[in-house]
């Protein structure tokens, strides 16, 4: 119950049980993974000031950083129970519908080319119907992200390296089939438990994009980062269809304005900083590792390609050959 406390409050609040006078009209709550040194997080603070500026303050937004407020999923489930407003997610959301799974399949995309591709072509479409009618979450566009890449306390070369090595995974079916292909054992767990669980040894490696490893100080508790680039992918900023419903004409309007000036700046802060946080990272002392991604590739993509349902493989192939 303890544990429960502070979250307990934090709901209470949010249900507007104490009004305040000078409450906007639609307060936005939004979740995200990611502390206040993020682009994602100086994304939504600036689409937070563009919409109280143009709105009038009508639209006020609130950003939670670094899973105070709720973890990926959980944020996913308080959006559509209509308790908060927006997230950022992306493949998670393969939990609810499988095509979901392309925003983050390992080896599928080769550079931002074939991402930008992807996101406006037919299967950028399918997930966007999808996301709204199978999860309720609109999409408000999409921030690109940096290749993933492994970090360990051993440097990792080959996939023969991975032998039983625990690798946090995100909440998503493909990342498990990936790790599991390649000898290691997958966990896992949500974004805001892998510090500490890095620190104490219940996990030995995890994997996201430089951004990110920066972000989250892993350089303090992991010595390799071992040039896997197993994924390219993208995450969405996302607010709940409900929610988005509920404003009016003129609003949703500023809204989704808004909206497209929040990705061109989120866009422009990730492409300056790419360079930046890898150079950060090896001032930490993060010894970069080569690594034979051929070896990586061949091991796992059958696997990935039998773990897809037979609709899924078919679009699997129509990319493959585009
Ligand atoms: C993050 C997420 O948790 C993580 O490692 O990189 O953004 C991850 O990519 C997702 O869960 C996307 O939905």
Redo the contacts with the bound molecule.
């Keep these: 119950f303890k544990k429960a406390l502070p979250c307990l409050f934090a709901l209470l609040s949010l249900s507007g049980c104490k009004p305040d006078k000078d409450e906007p009209e639609f307060l936005l709550r939004t979740a995200l ?1 990611v502390n206040e040194e993020h682009t994602w997080y100086k994304a939504f603070v600036y689409f937070g000031e563009i919409l109280e500026e143009r709105s009038k303050g009508r639209i006020k937004v609130e950003v939670y950083p670094s899973e105070q407020l709720a973890k ?1 999923i959980e944020a996913i489930r308080l959006i559509q129970a209509d308790v908060i407003d927006m997230t950022t ?4 959301l393969t939990n609810w519908f499988e095509v979901a799974t392309f925003c ?1 399949l390992p080896f599928l995309m080769q550079d931002s080319t074939d991402m930008n591709r992807y996101i406006n072509g037919p299967i950028g479409k399918l997930m966007e119907e999808e996301m709204i009618n199978k999860s309720g979450l609109r999409p408000l566009g999409h921030f690109e992200r940096g290749p993933r890449h492994l970090t360990s306390n051993r440097p990792i070369r080959h996939p023969d390296d991975l032998k039983g090595l625990i690798v946090r995974v ?1 909440n ?1 079916p493909s990342f498990v089939t990936l790790w599991k292909a390649l000898g290691a054992k997958p966990t896992p767990m949500a ?1 805001s438990e892998v510090f500490t669980s890095l620190q104490q040894g219940t996990i030995e490696a995890q994997e ?1 994009p430089f951004a ?1 490893i920066n972000n989250a100080g892993f350089a303090e508790v992991q010595k390799y980062l071992n040039l896997t680039g197993h994924v390219m ?1 993208w ?1 969405y900023p996302v607010m709940g269809e409900k929610q988005f419903q509920r404003l009016p004409p003129d609003l949703k309007e500023i809204f989704l304005e808004a909206a497209k000036d929040m990705q061109a700046y989120e866009h422009r802060l990730f492409l300056e900083n790419e360079k930046k946080v890898q150079d950060a990272l090896k001032a930490k002392g993060m010894e970069f590792i080569e690594v034979d991604k051929e070896a990586f590739q061949q091991k796992c993509e059958e696997a990935i390609y039998n773990s897809l349902s037979p609709e899924m493989q078919k679009i699997y192939d129509q990319l493959k050959v585009e």
């Excluded at 997610?89 to 998670?92: E, L």
């Design positions: 993974l990926e997610t992306g493949s998670t983050e995100p998503v974004f996201n990110l992918s995450v």
